[in-house]
């Protein structure tokens, strides 16, 4: 085949065009659920932060995966919630730590900032980490 696309410049062309075309959508494509996605994280945050729990042999053993069973998904379910709810916990202590007295504003103010900072950078994080997946 090879030969041939050297060849005749028409099917060259035409081979590449296509090939162009074919990716051309693809990225398309993937701007578009980006584009989602950051628009559905940034939207919000608190939402994303709460990501499914997965145990050191579940993510290695990926290449493997197949749907779990009925009992298995049973299983999980208190787990993930109760991860979840950990992570929703935590969060509100940090908020709750934050003074709301008009003579502490500074202190609130630098809490807050170091609150969207840490919250923007695991988000960024999980984004580059996420988009590495399709380089």
């Not at 398309?28 to 499914?52: D, E, R």
């Not at 709750?96 to 609130?108: G, K």
Request: proline share 4%; hydrophobic share 40%.
């Amino acid at each position: 085949h090879a030969k041939l696309i050297k060849q005749n410049g028409l099917i060259k062309h035409l081979v590449f065009h296509t090939y162009d075309r074919a990716c051309a959508n693809q990225l398309q494509q993937f701007l578009g659920l980006f584009k989602s996605m950051l628009t559905s994280t940034f939207s919000n945050p608190w939402v994303f932060l709460k990501t499914p729990t997965t145990t050191g042999s579940e993510a290695d053993d990926m290449q493997d995966a197949v749907l779990p069973s009925f009992d298995d998904t049973k299983e999980r379910i208190p787990k993930e919630l109760t991860a979840r709810s950990g992570t929703e916990s935590a969060l509100s202590r940090v908020l709750v730590d934050i003074p709301t007295d008009p003579d502490q504003i500074d202190e609130a103010v630098d809490k807050v900032q170091m609150l969207v900072l840490k919250t923007y950078s695991f988000i960024r994080s999980q984004i580059c980490d996420q988009v590495e997946l399709f380089a």
